[in-house]
């Protein structure tokens, strides 16, 4: 089992920042590869960014947020990390994160998912 807790969400204005955490417990955090994805009302759960296992590794993200946002992590911390930058009200949100074992864009191979943090950007 993998525990995950996301923090820093919150009411932001258009064009401010926010930077997301989501802090792992249980197993291996380093065996695993993270995602953001996010979900707003009457709309499909996305993914807005993974990276592979290893810090550094891999990363990948939605169009729809390419050069405003940037995911990061540190395995010596169990924490992946989610830059949001340029925010737009259409960012507006519940963020979650994911764990998988392998490095996809397809939410139905992410086996651990945190319990969401509500992001709000107003214009």
């Known amino acids: 089992q993998v525990q995950l807790v996301e923090s820093g969400g919150g009411l932001v204005q258009a064009r401010g920042s926010l930077r997301l955490s989501c802090a792992a417990s249980?197993?291996?955090?380093?065996?695993?590869?993270m995602g953001w994805f996010r979900q707003a009302p009457g709309t499909e759960r996305e993914l807005v960014s993974a990276?592979?296992?290893?810090?550094?590794?891999?990363?990948d993200y939605a169009d729809s947020v390419k050069g405003r946002f940037t995911i990061s992590r540190d395995n010596a911390k169990n924490t992946v990390y989610l830059q949001m930058n340029s925010l737009k009200p259409e960012d507006t949100a519940v963020y979650y994160c994911?764990?998988?074992?392998?490095?996809?864009?397809?939410?139905?191979?992410?086996?651990?998912w945190g319990q969401g943090t509500q992001v709000t950007v107003s214009s």
């Open positions: 990276i592979s296992n290893r810090s550094g590794g891999r990363t």
């Open positions: 994911a764990a998988a074992r392998s490095f996809t864009g397809d939410k139905q191979r992410y086996t651990y």
């Open positions: 249980g197993r291996t955090f380093s065996n695993y590869h």
